[in-house]
C-alpha cells in the first residue's frame, strides 16, 4: 500500500498483517492485510467482538475498507505484558491475572458472530485432522533443514507418533481456545490486559491455551513458576481430572512447540522472516522437558534422540 505522511508502521508479527499507527486520529491502528485477508480482517475483528461480548478486553473496531483491504482499530499504545513481564518481579501475580482471563475465556459460549460483512461466522473445531496439519509442519519445514538424510524414515516414524499422542488425548469436551495465547498477544491499556492476534480462535481441549501460556518459547520461566501458574489454573478449575488434564496438557504443549519449531523454520524459509530462529533453541528445550520421563513420549524421545543431536537442537541459539 501508499504508505501516507500520516501513517507510522509499527513492527509486525507472524502473518501477513502489516500495522500503522495513525498520526492524526486519536488512538487508531490501521491494520492492513492482502493476503489471508479474510482470515486477518474479517474474522480478526469477528473474534474481538466475541470477545468484548464476554467482557473481555480486545480492540474494537472504529472503521473498515474491505475492499482496500483495510480495518481501523482501536490504539492500545506499545506496552505489551511481555515487555512488564522482562522488567518485573513480581512475575507471578502478573500471571495469576491471566489465569482469570483464561478462566472467562474458556466459559465463552458463542459458536457465531455476524462480521462486519453482515454474514455469520462459525467458530472452528479444533478437530484431529487440524491438531495434526499443524504438528506436521516440524516434518515440512525444520527437518529439511537440519537433516539431510533419510528423511523419509524420519517423516514416517514421527507421523506415526504425532497421530498416536492426538489420539491419546483424554478430554472431550471443548472450550474457546484463543490458540496463540502468550503474554506477546496481551497488551497493557488503561490498567486493563487486552488480548490480540484472535483471529485464529477455535473450540479445543481446555488444556490447550494453558500449554501456550505457561509453555511459551519466547519468553523463560522457571519450572517454579510453571508449577505455580499451573496450580492456580486448578485451583480455579477445581471440577477437572487433574490425571487427564496433565495428560492433554503436556501432550499439547509437545505438539504445539513441534508445530512452534516448524512454523519459525517456514518463516524464515518462506517469508525471510529470520527473527523467529533464535527461539528454536528454548522450544527443543520444553519439549525435553515435558517429555522427560513421561511414557506417552517414550517412542517420541527414541525418535528425536536419534536423529536430532544436541548442536542440532541448538543451532540459532545466541
Not at 97 to 116: A, E, R, V, Y
Not at 244 to 269: A, M, P, Q, T, Y
Amino acid at each position: 500500500m501508499h504508505l501516507d505522511k500520516n501513517l507510522l508502521q509499527l513492527s509486525g508479527d507472524a502473518s501477513f498483517r502489516k500495522f500503522y499507527r495513525i498520526k492524526n486520529k486519536k488512538r487508531a491502528i490501521l491494520v492492513f492485510s492482502e493476503k489471508e485477508k479474510k482470515n486477518n480482517l474479517l474474522i480478526y475483528d469477528a473474534i474481538n467482538k466475541v470477545l468484548i461480548k464476554n467482557k473481555i478486553k480486545a480492540p474494537k473496531l472504529k472503521y473498515q475498507n474491505y475492499k482496500k483491504n483495510y480495518i481501523e482499530i482501536e490504539d492500545l499504545g506499545d506496552k505489551s505484558v511481555f515487555d512488564i513481564l522482562t522488567k518485573s518481579k513480581e512475575k507471578i501475580i502478573l500471571y495469576f491475572k491471566i489465569i482469570s482471563i483464561l478462566s472467562k475465556l474458556q466459559k465463552i459460549k458463542n459458536k457465531t458472530i455476524l462480521t462486519f460483512k453482515k454474514k455469520n461466522y462459525l467458530i472452528p473445531k479444533y478437530t484431529k485432522k487440524m491438531l495434526y496439519e499443524e504438528s506436521k509442519l516440524f516434518i515440512d519445514w525444520y527437518i529439511p533443514t537440519v537433516v539431510k538424510k533419510k528423511n523419509k524414515t524420519i517423516n514416517s516414524k514421527i507421523k506415526k507418533i504425532i497421530k498416536k499422542l492426538i489420539n491419546n488425548l483424554k478430554i472431550k469436551t471443548k472450550v474457546f481456545v484463543h490458540r496463540d495465547f502468550h503474554v506477546s498477544n496481551m497488551m497493557i491499556y488503561k490498567n486493563n490486559i487486552f488480548l490480540i492476534d484472535s483471529q485464529d480462535a477455535v473450540y479445543g481441549n481446555i488444556a490447550y491455551d494453558l500449554a501456550s501460556l505457561i509453555d511459551d518459547v519466547r519468553i523463560k520461566t522457571t519450572l517454579k513458576d510453571k508449577e505455580k501458574i499451573f496450580s492456580k489454573f486448578i485451583e480455579i478449575n477445581k471440577k477437572i481430572n487433574i490425571e487427564k488434564f496433565k495428560n492433554d496438557f503436556e501432550i499439547l504443549s509437545v505438539l504445539r512447540n513441534l508445530k512452534i519449531i516448524g512454523i519459525f523454520s517456514r518463516l524464515s524459509i518462506r517469508d525471510k522472516k529470520n527473527k523467529y530462529l533464535k527461539f528454536i533453541p528454548y522450544a527443543w528445550k520444553l519439549i525435553e522437558h515435558r517429555t522427560k520421563n513421561n511414557s506417552n513420549f517414550y517412542n517420541l524421545n527414541l525418535v528425536l534422540n536419534k536423529y536430532f543431536s544436541h548442536k542440532i537442537r541448538a543451532k540459532y541459539e545466541n
